[in-house]
């Protein structure tokens, strides 16, 4: 790397860290921690049953034992382990706002990654595309912070693709004790009939993890504009088109075709009942952010 980009990289992470610290400060840190905070809980020890007790946490194995009725007694965590599964493939380089998705959704990785140090918890990050493409584990501090920053933006994906159920198999894979985890994907991610490609590998990581999802598009996603013949290229897989965006039907079809996408997505995370904001990249991060919060 030259001294030109490394500086370039380093007056990034700098305007990052400035930004999103004093939003997770002055916004995001309480609202971060009632919406998450006393989500796991832990053994603690085990006492003599008394009435009232929910006999689900009947300790079976003592009981016999001691011949006398015993229950678990469990405490709320006082700590927890995020992790922020950041979705780099190609498509994220797509942008007709002030910026493009991959950017706005380093901001809110680092809101998200700043609320969790603030609130003393571990932080770790899974960059994937078609592939996983980097595992940070999970620590504190702000150096480590500053490292999964630096990662979102620099790191360049090997895959071109979208394989979301290939990162939600790794974390389960990876983080055996339950975590807090972060999507944050286009989530244009799959099958022909427009149903999610991921949905096997879901539901074996929501019944461990306390999962959530951040949809971001680009406004320009929604509906094509006309503008007449236009030579696309398909950002993921190489392949090019001439599309005639002057054709009410062509615009009318693309509209359905998206709309169709994110009602699947958001029928599939229902039924899991998983939490899901969706937000555009020119919109305003801290109302999408305090929004999903707030719905917690």
């Avoid at 493009?100 to 990654?113: G, P, Q, S, T, Y």
């Avoid at 078609?130 to 490292?147: A, C, N």
Wanted: net charge neutral; proline share 3%.
């Amino acid at each position: 790397m030259g001294n030109e980009t490394a500086n370039d990289l380093l007056k990034k992470v700098r305007k990052i860290e400035i930004r999103t610290r004093a939003l997770s400060h002055q916004i995001f840190a309480g609202e971060y921690h009632s919406a998450f905070k006393g989500k796991g809980m832990a053994f603690s020890e085990v006492r003599e049953y008394q009435y009232g007790d929910d006999v689900r946490n009947m300790d079976w194995n003592v009981t016999a034992r001691l011949h006398s009725p015993y229950v678990k007694v469990f405490e709320e965590e006082r700590e927890m382990t995020v992790v922020l599964l950041v979705d780099i493939s190609r498509s994220g380089l797509f942008g007709t706002a002030s910026q493009n998705k991959r950017d706005f959704i380093a901001e809110i990785a680092a809101v998200l990654a700043f609320s969790a140090i603030i609130n003393n918890d571990k932080v770790g990050a899974l960059f994937f595309s078609d592939r996983v493409e980097k595992f940070i584990p999970p620590k504190k501090g702000r150096s480590h912070l500053l490292h999964i920053i630096r990662e979102i933006i620099e790191l360049k994906p090997e895959g071109t693709g979208t394989d979301i159920a290939g990162a939600l198999r790794y974390l389960t894979n990876a983080i055996k004790k339950k975590c807090t985890a972060f999507v944050l994907s286009d989530m244009l991610d799959v099958n022909p009939d427009c149903s999610p490609r991921y949905e096997e590998a879901l539901k074996v990581a929501a019944n461990r993890h306390d999962l959530s999802f951040i949809e971001i598009h680009d406004p320009r996603e929604r509906e094509i504009p006309d503008l007449g013949l236009v030579d696309v290229k398909d950002s993921e897989t190489g392949e090019c088109r001439w599309v005639n965006t002057s054709s009410s039907r062509t615009r009318r079809e693309y509209a359905a075709w998206f709309a169709a996408v994110r009602e699947e997505s958001e029928r599939l995370l229902r039924r899991y009942s998983i939490a899901r904001v969706s937000t555009a990249a020119d919109q305003d991060s801290v109302k999408a952010l305090m929004t999903f919060f707030q719905t917690r």
